[in-house]
T-cell receptor, first 116, second 116 residues
Framework: DTGVSQNPRHKITKRGQNVTFRCDPI?????LYWYRQTLGQGPEFLTY????????KSRLLSDRFSAERPKGSFSTLEIQRTEQGDSAMYLC??????????????FGPGTRLTVL | AQSVSQHNHHVILSEAASLELGCNYS??????LFWYVQYPGQHLQLLLK??????LVKGIKGFEAEFIKSKFSFNLRKPSVQWSDTAEYFC??????????????FGKGTKLSVKP
């Protein structure tokens, strides 16, 4: 499968614990995006990378959230001291940063986080 | 700030009925517009996209959308729906200014249920 993959697919944790999610983008895509989707809402942008550089963070991304993309390949999203409000689907997407024909973002299956 | 409005939260149709899902966006500049679909249990997939040129865009599975700049709209249409079109549909605008390159702003989604 050459699509975007995310692990784990589901994560249940207790409030206050730290969690980390992983995203593996399509190999030739240099841009990687993280979104969060809560029930009844569309995906909301969190942050994105061009290669290994994190170029923008949404105000939704509190200090408890951190994302990395070492070597411009896979990315991790960590949430520290989880809160019940963090329960959501976390989506990763990737795309090529070239000409318009490449501007489609390809989404992974998401990681569903439940904070008890 | 850019925003996307989808008028219908839940649409219920019988097979062979025609479909039109509304989408309006707020941004006065050049826009790139997308419709994504999420089938039950699957990840977001691109239905169609508009960047420039012919405002009537054809996508996969018989879907099309019309970009009407004067109305800030990008409505999705299909002349005859099938039970397999049951899914959630998201309209999205690509941000293309400043440092926010390529982020998508999504509407809240429209859930389509097609009765066999």
């Amino acid at each position: 499968d050459t699509g975007v993959s995310q692990n784990p697919r589901h994560k249940i944790t207790k409030r206050g614990q730290n969690v980390t999610f992983r995203c593996d983008p399509i190999s030739e895509h240099n841009r990687l995006y993280w979104y969060r989707q809560t029930l009844g809402q569309g995906p909301e942008f969190l942050t994105y990378f061009q290669n290994e550089a994190q170029l923008e963070k949404s105000r939704l991304l509190s200090d408890r959230f951190s994302a990395e993309r070492p070597k411009g390949s896979f990315s991790t999203l960590e949430i520290q001291r989880t809160e019940q409000g963090d329960s959501a689907m976390y989506l990763c997407a990737s795309r090529h940063s070239g000409a318009a024909t490449y501007n489609e973002q390809f989404f992974g299956p998401g990681t569903r986080l439940t904070v008890l | 700030a850019q925003s996307v409005s989808q008028h219908n939260h839940h649409v219920i149709l019988s097979e062979a009925a025609s479909l039109e899902l509304g989408c309006n966006y707020s941004y006065g500049g050049t826009v790139n517009l997308f419709w994504y679909v999420q089938y039950p249990g699957q990840h977001l997939q691109l239905l169609l996209k508009y960047f420039s040129g012919d405002p009537l865009v054809k996508g996969i599975k018989g879907f099309e959308a019309e970009f009407i700049k004067s109305k800030f709209s990008f409505n999705l249409r299909k002349p005859s729906v099938q039970w397999s079109d049951t899914a959630e549909y998201f309209c999205a605008v690509m941000v293309n200014y400043g440092g926010s390159q390529g982020n998508l702003i999504f509407g809240k989604g429209t859930k389509l249920s097609v009765k066999p």
